[in-house]
């Protein structure tokens, strides 16, 4: 059966866009790449955690502008209009088909690691760069279909964000940066998990799973 069709976009805002959006922190930043989607969910769906199609990593950028990779099961638009202005610049192309075949890949991406305290069911963030590998390592065979090659892991920066949300609400997201190397082992799951995003905190730019197929080279079997 064939695959949903997938579609790989960058978001490029320039100074004064972001000016222009207000977008000063995560949640303003949400609403910003969530408005270039169709909405499809009802309300219940929204409720019930139905997934948005959506992921995406924020990478940053510099007093002149920034850059929003994202992930979508449907096409955005090709920018923002506001108040008659045409804000940022989408580009966007589908993923190729055969591109999630692959057993290997080299990855990229920020994850919200969190662990639920049996004693008050609340969840915690993992602290600390060993911790946070451990726990990355022990979920992502059984949750997202793929095993973390330990020797290649690396763990980056770790930022805790805070902000406020649409109900005024104060949201913290704990965010670790991730690198290494990953070999599938359930195809359907890991296809789910790219598709998805992996982990919690994905509204907020968490879980993208940044992938480059690891390819055998046609020179390795005359290696000695």
Not at 47 to 73: C, E, F, W
Not at 96 to 113: M, W
């Amino acid at each position: 059966m064939s695959q949903p069709t997938l579609f790989a976009s960058v978001l490029h805002l320039d100074r004064h866009a972001i000016q222009a959006l207000k977008i000063t922190d995560p949640y303003s930043l949400h609403r910003v790449v969530y408005s270039l989607f169709d909405d499809l969910r009802s309300e219940p769906d929204k409720q019930g955690h139905t997934p948005s199609g959506i992921v995406y990593a924020d990478k940053g950028g510099n007093r002149l502008g920034r850059q929003v990779m994202m992930l979508s099961d449907r096409q955005p638009a090709d920018g923002i209009l506001a108040e008659d202005e045409h804000l940022g610049d989408v580009q966007c192309k589908p993923i190729p088909a055969g591109f999630l075949d692959h057993p290997r890949y080299q990855f990229q991406v920020a994850i919200n690691p969190t662990r639920r305290e049996n004693a008050t069911g609340k969840r915690l963030p993992v602290k600390g760069r060993e911790a946070i590998a451990e726990w990355f390592l022990e979920r992502c065979e059984p949750s997202w279909g793929f095993r973390a090659l330990p020797s290649t892991l690396e763990v980056g920066r770790v930022d805790v964000q805070q902000f406020k949300g649409k109900q005024d609400q104060t949201i913290t997201v704990a965010k670790a940066h991730l690198r290494g190397a990953l070999e599938v082992t359930d195809a359907p799951r890991f296809r789910e998990s790219f598709a998805r995003g992996i982990g919690r905190g994905r509204a907020f730019g968490c879980g993208l799973l940044q992938i480059v197929p690891v390819l055998d080279s046609p020179f390795g079997a005359f290696a000695e």
